[in-house]
């Protein structure tokens, strides 16, 4: 039971991490500007920066679910409006489970604190999160061998239409965020997604520490 229960929270962990990562990141104005400024994208789309900024505003707010279809229609055809809608499901979606895993996790730390067993919750923490470092090189090694067939099989794992397949000579959607954007993002939020892992697993080494200190007993498979 507790080797399942310090599983799930590694897994939860994990998902509240990446997830966390992708928001922080998606909704990172910064990141649209130097987007903008660094691929041209006012000469490709014919509109000014602020222009590109207010559209931007716009995207970020109905992502977050704060506005409906209505405000993407002054900018954006009916097909890029309904893939947009499906990336908005995705984010809900991505909302709902970042939540949940928050509070798995919340709920398996408390029960290892009162049980009294913060050394083997702190290694399980510590250790079991650098399964995370070795996917994201594999997916460095991916992205980088060729970004553009792995992003496409992204797109066929989470849409079930062909919606994302749009035209750059008229999609405003897709002159404003090409595929070196979203390079771009997938970096930066595997940069972010290593920046939670490693701040989780530092407190999960000051637990397995003071487990340590305060006499308690570890897991024979988490030897020191």
């Not at 506005?67 to 990336?87: C, K, S, T, W, Y």
């Not at 290892?112 to 650098?130: A, D, M, P, S, T």
């Not at 996917?135 to 992204?154: A, E, G, P, R, S």
């Not at 771009?184 to 697993?201: D, E, H, K, N, P």
């Amino acid at each position: 039971m507790k080797k399942f229960l310090l599983s799930l929270l590694v897994f939860t962990l994990s998902l509240f991490a990446l997830l966390e990562s992708i928001e922080i990141n998606a909704f990172n104005r910064e990141h649209y500007l130097r987007n903008y400024e660094n691929h041209n994208q006012v000469e490709i789309t014919g509109k000014s920066k602020d222009e590109l900024m207010k559209i931007t505003e716009d995207l970020i707010i109905y992502l977050q679910g704060k506005a409906g279809d209505d405000i993407l229609e002054p900018n954006f055809n009916q097909r890029e409006i309904l893939h947009m809608r499906d990336v908005q499901r995705l984010f809900k979606v991505g909302y709902i489970l970042k939540y949940i895993s928050i509070l798995i996790s919340a709920g398996i730390i408390a029960y290892f604190i009162k049980k009294k067993e913060v050394k083997l919750l702190g290694k399980y923490i510590f250790r079991g999160l650098f399964i995370n470092w070795a996917m994201l090189i594999v997916l460095w090694i991916l992205i980088n061998l060729d970004f553009n067939k792995y992003f496409t099989y992204f797109h066929y794992i989470f849409f079930n239409n062909d919606l994302w397949l749009l035209d750059p000579e008229t999609d405003l959607l897709i002159q404003m965020f090409p595929e070196e954007f979203f390079f771009s993002m997938a970096v930066y939020i595997g940069v972010s997604f290593f920046t939670i892992l490693a701040i989780i697993q530092g407190i999960g080494y000051l637990l397995s520490r003071k487990g340590s200190a305060s006499g308690e007993k570890g897991n024979r498979l988490f030897k020191d």
